[in-house]
């Protein structure tokens, strides 16, 4: 192999830095049909080049071997908290969670969870003020971003409600403000058979069409979100705007105040996301009763964190994370041979799973993405 066929990067790479009959790999968010990646994917099929997608490297039971989504939990949790504690003390409510700090300013994720059990004592000394308690915080999922997420709230006085006993809990009463409650949402609550049927995952795997969103009847219970689900077209949305819209016009005022898509999917299950953010302008607030949006946390309505590379805010500690995973295969994939079909390359099957285009063509398993590439 000639020096420079191989190019490893991170994220995707502008259309006009592309170069012919290379080989690539990186996360290119295309296996969707992304609309905004479509480009670079052309270009990559038009130049003869290889694309291989550290998304789709997975073990032979389709478990990711390449991945930093723990770090995005990390960083969306941090961000979250950050700006909404800000949030709450611009509405005249002091919590400790105005002490917080963004992601990118505590340098390891260490000492960020040092800070957050400090957070997490003065909510023990102190409790929540009782305009927020019992506060609540639901996590869709249950994967590695998931982890992240649970990771850093693990560092609160937490404690687990299942999202069934919520409505429960609520009409029992007698919450303790010195606790944070999490709820883990999995997709039997996040969705149901639109005629009723017991929920059955392969099924809505297979036939995802049959299901409609379950999560609005929790929606009530819940003052924080964090979304750290995958999602794709053929699922249906999880938050839309008219479940929004019916949770506000309600008689009582709103618990829910604050979503992290830190899945980040602009317009997915998340509807009400319609932009991504950077880290210096990380939020906007959402407004369900006419759509509109407002940059900043200072003001009326939801925020809505959207920042799509979380993991950078913790550069450190994720660069070494993800340099070690990949490090396992820099020797397959440099040493392959690119001439050769692609069975007979010599990469290994983690790889070969993960190829998108091989020398210009879109391998079987994504030839699905044919409609969307032209």
């Given at each position: 192999m000639n020096p420079g066929e191989v190019i490893l990067g991170i994220k995707e790479i502008p259309d006009e830095k592309l170069l012919d009959h290379k080989v690539y790999a990186f996360f290119s968010h295309t296996i969707k049909g992304q609309k905004e990646n479509m480009p670079m994917l052309k270009k990559i099929i038009q130049g003869g080049s290889t694309l291989i997608d550290y998304e789709r490297v997975t073990d032979?039971?389709?478990?990711?071997?390449?991945?930093?989504?723990?770090?995005?939990?990390?960083?969306?949790?941090?961000?979250?908290?950050?700006?909404?504690?800000?949030?709450?003390?611009?509405h005249g409510i002091t919590t400790p969670f105005s002490l917080a700090r963004r992601a990118m300013d505590y340098g390891s994720v260490k000492r960020a969870q040092h800070h957050m059990v400090e957070i997490g004592r003065d909510i023990e000394r102190h409790g929540l003020n009782d305009k927020l308690s019992p506060l609540v915080i639901g996590i869709l999922g249950y994967g590695n971003v998931a982890k992240g997420v649970q990771e850093m709230l693990h560092c609160l006085p937490v404690r687990f409600i299942a999202p069934e006993k919520l409505s429960g809990f609520f009409e029992k009463g007698g919450a303790d403000s010195n606790q944070v409650y999490v709820s883990i949402f999995r997709e039997e609550h996040l969705v149901r058979h639109r005629k009723n049927r017991p929920f059955d995952l392969q099924d809505y795997y297979r036939h995802s069409e049959n299901y409609g969103s379950d999560l609005e009847r929790y929606l009530p219970y819940?003052?924080?979100?964090?979304?750290?689900?995958?999602?794709?077209?053929?699922?249906?949305?999880?938050?839309?705007?008219?479940?929004?819209?019916?949770?506000?016009?309600?008689?009582?005022?709103?618990?829910?105040?604050?979503?992290?898509?830190?899945?980040?999917?602009?317009?997915?299950?998340?509807?009400?996301?319609?932009?991504?953010?950077?880290?210096?302008?990380p939020a906007y607030l959402c407004n369900p009763m006419d759509r509109s949006i407002t940059d900043g946390h200072k003001g009326e309505g939801i925020v809505l964190l959207a920042v799509d590379n979380l993991p950078a805010e913790i550069p450190n500690d994720a660069s070494r994370f993800f340099s070690n995973q990949l490090k396992a295969f820099i020797g397959n994939l440099v040493n392959a041979d690119y001439d050769k079909s692609l069975k007979k390359s010599g990469l290994c099957p983690e790889i070969q799973r993960a190829v998108i285009a091989y020398k210009g063509e879109l391998t079987s398993p994504c030839k699905n993405l044919e409609p969307y590439v032209s």
């Open positions: 032979s039971q389709g478990h990711r071997l390449i991945f930093f989504g723990n770090y995005a939990g990390h960083a969306g949790t941090l961000d979250i908290l950050h700006l909404m504690g800000k949030y709450w003390e611009y819940l003052s924080i979100l964090l979304n750290a689900i995958y999602w794709d077209s053929r699922f249906p949305r999880l938050v839309t705007w008219e479940s929004l819209r019916r949770l506000y016009e309600g008689p009582d005022a709103p618990k829910l105040c604050g979503i992290a898509d830190i899945t980040c999917d602009v317009g997915g299950s998340i509807e009400c996301n319609v932009k991504t953010t950077n880290s210096e302008m």
